[in-house]
């Protein structure tokens, strides 16, 4: 049987490896996450959209999920590597479950981990293209951080991925304040998502909201934002255009 | 211990159920001199006496940091102890540089003692002749755990290992109870007393001992001799008044010590395992 060597340009800088082997550019992917630290703990919203290009293809994706005892996490990005990185942090915290002593990885540990893991695939030129957040609370600590598919890592009191960066996170700066309820905490992440809804091509009006305390984590059921088109800008939105 | 015709190896069995091989590495650690460790809820304090070969050399290291939060006391064969401590210092970096953390003592210590039974278990190894005695904090507090060759470990409020450590164990016995409230610096008085109780006689000086303290807030690390000394010159006057009380105690306490070193090794021959 004959083998087929696999077809590279004669100049690729990447040395013997395939280009099929290494992500090159995403094909399902989830938009912007946003997350706060509130009183309680951590807020984190993110819509149930997975787009394929310019299609809103999958409408009931979960882009947020629970990581152990105390931390959330949320992903934009390939749906697919996501899932990937979920399939790595099940094994983290099944071994560190199974030493059954009492230790426990916290968000901080866990934000580190997934730091490691981007960054060092980042490094093989094989991203794992995601832009992660990563909430969580132990004993009492509230810890809020991201990392991004470059391994670019930090943390802060208030954290959005993508779209969230340009359009909430000024939101954000100027409502954000310490010790923030509940109500006020949901009230500012809907603000964030409604401004997103209307400006986000990739966005979907179907939302899920995720809390986590001291005491667990919680994902909301999906639901939806109310929106207003009425405004007179949008009625005659060419008029005064040049050409028109 | 007597030679006997299953001892060759570290994998054969005797027919008592026994292996020698992993018998005769604790009796390295026993002929190894003293370390010692006792704990409170807060800190932790390891101590060992130092024996020179002779005049000229200077004496061997046998407290090592392994991190900011973790420290080890050995005895037995110091080289065996030194490649350990190397295996604890990476693994306690590893974990810090992945997790931002600090490493567990717990899981370094159960680490260790699967290291340490892999040796028990292949015929082209032999056991490790050290006993660790690793003292550290995690989330749940200040620990003290005692690593011996055979693969098993033991958490402990207070213990002594090397030779004449029965001595400063039935000192620690008689004050454990107070341990766990105590302060810092009662620790330290009450592990050079420890310390003192294995030197049988000889006086106590701060060349000749070694004492380390890690404690929530203090990161590992060994006092140097100045402070050793104030410490010593502080309780030993305290320790004359207390001479002539002890000295009825002493006596009796010294024979028994004398026959637990001798006897020390048909005892525990009986029960085959550090249990």
Redesign the interface.
């Known amino acids: 049987m004959q083998f087929m060597a696999s077809k590279q340009p004669e100049n690729s800088l990447l040395g013997p490896e395939s280009d099929s082997q290494r992500t090159l550019y995403p094909y399902v992917t989830g938009t912007s996450v946003v997350a706060l630290k509130y009183k309680d703990g951590i807020l984190m919203a993110a819509d149930m959209g997975g787009s394929y290009g310019s299609t809103l293809r999958y409408k009931s994706v979960e882009r947020m999920k629970p990581i152990g005892k105390h931390s959330l996490l949320g992903a934009s990005g390939e749906i697919s590597d996501f899932q990937e990185i979920l399939h790595y942090l099940d094994e983290l915290i099944l071994y560190d479950n199974m030493?059954d002593?009492?230790?426990s990885?916290?968000p901080?540990?866990v934000h580190?981990?997934l730091t490691?893991v981007m960054y060092n695939r980042r490094n093989k030129f094989n991203p794992l293209w995601n832009s992660l957040v990563l909430g969580g609370v132990k004993?009492g600590q509230k810890y809020l951080g991201t990392v991004s598919m470059i391994g670019v890592n930090f943390e802060d009191n208030h954290v959005a991925t993508g779209f969230g960066n340009h359009l909430a996170r000024p939101i954000l700066r100027q409502e954000w304040h310490e010790n923030l309820s509940f109500e006020d905490g949901v009230r500012l992440l809907e603000k964030c998502m409604r401004v997103l809804l209307y400006r986000d091509r990739s966005a979907i009006n179907k939302l899920q909201i995720a809390k986590i305390t001291e005491e667990g984590s919680t994902i909301s059921q999906p639901y939806s934002l109310k929106t207003y088109w009425e405004f007179s800008a949008f009625a005659n939105p060419a008029q005064g255009a040049v050409g028109s | 211990m007597f030679r006997n015709q299953y001892d060759t190896d570290v994998t054969t069995w005797s027919p008592a159920g026994r292996l020698f091989q992993v018998e005769y590495a604790m009796e390295a650690v026993k002929q190894g001199s003293a370390a010692i460790g006792l704990r409170s809820k807060t800190h932790i304090i390891l101590g060992c006496v130092n024996k020179a070969n002779s005049e000229l050399s200077s004496h061997q290291k046998k407290i090592f940091k392994v991190d900011d939060h973790i420290g080890v006391a050995i005895a037995g064969l110091t080289a065996d102890g030194r490649v350990l401590s190397r295996y604890m210092r990476n693994e306690c970096i590893n974990y810090s540089?992945?997790?931002?953390?600090p490493l567990?003592v717990?899981?370094l210590v159960?680490q260790l003692a699967d290291k340490a039974q892999v040796c028990t278990q292949r015929s082209w190894k032999r056991p490790n002749g050290v006993g660790l005695l690793v003292a550290g904090l995690?989330?749940?507090g200040a620990h003290l755990y005692y690593n011996c060759p055979s693969g098993n470990y033991f958490e402990y409020q207070a213990f002594a290992i090397g030779s004449r450590s029965q001595a400063a164990k039935t000192y620690l016995e008689r004050r454990f109870e107070n341990f766990a409230d105590s302060s810092r610096d009662d620790l330290v008085k009450d592990a050079l007393m420890a310390i003192r109780e294995t030197l049988q006689g000889e006086t106590l000086k701060s060349s000749t001992c070694t004492v380390a303290v890690v404690g929530a807030g203090e990161p590992f690390h060994i006092l140097d001799q100045e402070t050793v000394q104030q410490m010593i010159d502080a309780f030993e006057i305290v320790g004359e008044q207390e001479g002539s009380a002890a000295a009825a105690g002493q006596e009796a306490a010294q024979p028994g010590a004398a026959v637990a070193d001798q006897g020390g090794s048909t005892d525990e021959g009986v029960a085959p395992m550090d249990i």
């Open positions: 030493w002593d009492g230790n990885l916290g901080k540990e580190n981990y490691r004993n | 540089f992945t997790y931002e953390s567990p717990g899981r159960v995690d989330e749940s």
